[in-house]
């Protein structure tokens, strides 16, 4: 069997809606103006003292009474993305172009809507049972996000739900662009959506890796990350005349920890070594990295080192985590929605709140911002379980 | 509609409570022996250190188990083959622990429950006790996971010419959580697919089509009964063809509105289908 040859893909439409701003003018706004979207933490019922990307009038806009099934934040949060910078109108253009059993949904999250369930556990009827308004079993399961989506875009082709925690989102790129090369689908709507829950809240506060403080990425006095929310989706079509080019991508496993990067990371490195093969690209030719920086002790001293020995001085890198905090398993793709911003207006944003960098950090790692016509970039994502991915984009002539 | 080329069936697995193993479950299913009488214990997830040993979830224990088996069948270093992990509601006795504490004493959860909570919990471990460090993905579809993980797995085998080991497990639902999900006994399989290598061996052959549930294959075996309430039991035709070793065609669901057509070729007297 020969394998079929990867072909670079149009991203024909995309949309992001983080604490830092709904579609994709506010969120340039918001990078140009260095405007912070985290505030103190006052999710739920007992918050602890942190910091989050919430994304703010989620509680007063239900979802269409059409898809009350589907009801919960997680899919809130995924309609206010897909209405935002019109993506709908995008993909019932191209049901048009390719008929709707020919658009695959493959969609990323780390805790789909567990809120709902966490919710339902709080609410529990005498004799056990979920209170009557959560009895709808889509929304307490993974694929809740996936089938939504599916749903409320009208489409009929396959739909599936990415959950590798952090890389979720970024990973939907790979499995989208396997599908249409294979000739499984002609277009697909990639994306993510994480809320933020009590599940992420008090998990990352049990591993002591939430800050009290804003996250500073790369700082010398890092002192964790900020849990946020964010959706965003992209359309991936082979045949299209305009739209940035997917280039390539690289996903590894750590093999090492479930919660702990590799400590020369080593997956990273193999997930970055892919990528740039799959794009025929090299470091040099990098212009723009949105990293991952997390602000997490590790995460930020691995991925710095990383990028420091492998990258040209003149490469920019930086962590867009301080305008929305991590948002998980939506992480992948706002922040392939920020490179490709940053591709399309020439804006590359620094790393927000961080004063001091620390000194494993190489003079590719920037705090300001900078305003540079370029054409290629990528975008990391790492996550527990080991799981990493690194996302080639550009503009231009594919090469 | 859309096809994808032949990918050999190099290796499968099974294991479920009251068929704990391919051996076992495909004697039942061809009918030639009944189902034991007790429940097996849950499967020793031999490649993880001894601690991790003891403490892996149910999910862990039997995704490895699987995944493992097959990998043996195939004759394949684990280490060496990428996967796809596949779960309808993944490990829901973490699923209740978590929402039980959090709406208890939320400061109080387990920072191992919490890291064991992700979906990749199973892909990650697995990756961990192979030394594995080629990619893995964790994908969750409803009812339709089992047959969106296979059709992931022959696509990255077509795009990228390696062996891929595709998992697929659910266990059984705890607290409130079951009133909603509901899910019995534990229930794994795991097939390698790989690029076919010669003639004489098992392949599979996908195809998307849409059409109508009620072109759906039913499960007709002995075995149909057992699994029936588990999660997973969607997967249960296509093992059914499998234990055979004529020609079969299966159709599964693949989404609301897509099949999935799986065609698989004779075995061979020495075919990896066959019992080692």
Known sequence: MSTLKFRPLRVTAYTVCTAAGTGRAATLRALAERHSGLTRN??????????????????????????????????????????????????????????????????????????????????????????ADLRRPIVHTPHSLGDFV?????????????????????KVFGQAERLIRAGLADAAVVGGVDTLCGSTLFGFNSLELIASERCRPFDVARRGINIGEAAGFALLERAAEEGAWLLGYGESSDAHHMSTPHPEGTGARRALQDALATAQLMPA????????????????????????????????????????????????????????????????????????????????????????????ALSFSFGFGGSNCVLAFGRGDPG | MSALPNVAIEGIAFWHTRLPGWEIARAVICGEQGPPEA??????????????????????????EVAARACEAA???????????????????????MCATLAATPTLISPTK?????????????????????????????????????????????????????????????????????????????????????????????????????????????????VAENALAPCLPLFEALAHS????????????????????????????LPR
């Not at chain 1, 948002?327 to 001091?356: C, F, R, Y």
């Open chain 2, 39 to 64: 429940a097996a214990p849950r499967p020793t997830p031999n490649l993880l250190a001894p601690t991790e040993r003891r403490r892996a979830p149910d999910t862990v224990a039997l995704a490895l």
């Open chain 1, 150 to 170: 599916q749903h409320a875009l009208e489409l009929r082709g396959m739909a599936v739900t990415v959950a590798t925690a952090c890389s979720s989102s970024a």
């Open chain 2, 246 to 273: 004529t020609p079969a065609s299966v159709v599964l669901a693949l989404s609301d509105h897509c099949l999935l057509r799986a065609s698989i070729t004779a075995a061979r007297p020495s075919a990896s289908s």
């Open chain 1, 42 to 131: 006052d999710f739920g019922p007992s918050p602890l003292a942190t910091w989050i990307g919430r994304v703010p009038g989620l509680e007063d806009e239900p979802l269409p009474a059409r898809w009350a099934e589907w009801e919960c934040r997680n899919n809130r949060l995924a309609w206010r993305g897909l209405v935002a910078d019109d993506f709908v109108a995008a993909v019932a253009a191209a049901r048009e172009r390719h008929g709707a059993e020919r658009i695959a949904v493959v969609i990323g999250t780390s805790t789909a809507s567990i809120g709902a369930s966490e919710d339902a556990y709080r609410r529990l009827e005498p004799d056990g049972r979920y209170p």
């Open chain 2, 75 to 97: 004759e394949r270093s684990p280490a060496q083959v990428q996967s796809v992990f596949a779960s309808t509601y993944g490990d829901l006795g973490i699923s209740d622990y």
């Open chain 2, 114 to 226: 919490f890291h064991n909570s992700v979906h990749n919990a199973a892909a990650g471990y697995w990756s961990i006790g192979t030394a594995s460090h080629t990619p893995y993905t964790a994908i969750s579809a409803y009812r339709y996971s089992f047959a969106s993980a296979v059709l992931e797995a022959a696509t990255q085998v077509v795009c990228d010419g390696q062996p891929v080991v595709c998992v697929a497990f659910d266990v059984e639902s705890k607290g409130p959580f079951g009133t909603v999900a509901p899910s019995r006994g534990l229930l794994g399989v795991a097939l390698v697919l790989a690029p076919p290598r010669n003639d004489s061996q098992r392949t599979l052959a996908l195809r998307v089509e849409q059409g109508s549930a009620a072109e759906i294959t039913p499960a007709r075996s002995r075995a149909a009964a057992l």
């Open chain 1, 285 to 376: 030719s990098i212009e723009y990295i949105n990293l991952h920086g997390t602000a997490s002790s590790k995460n930020d001293e691995v991925e710095a080192r990383l990028v420091a020995e492998l990258f040209p001085a003149q490469t920019f890198a930086s962590s867009t985590k301080g305008w929305t905090g991590h948002t998980l398993g939506a992480a992948g793709i706002v922040e392939a929605a920020i490179t490709l911003i940053a591709l399309e207006h020439g804006l590359l944003p620094g790393t927000l709140n961080t004063e001091q960098l620390d000194p494993v950090c190489g003079p590719q790692i920037r705090r300001e911002n900078e305003q540079r016509r370029m054409q290629r």
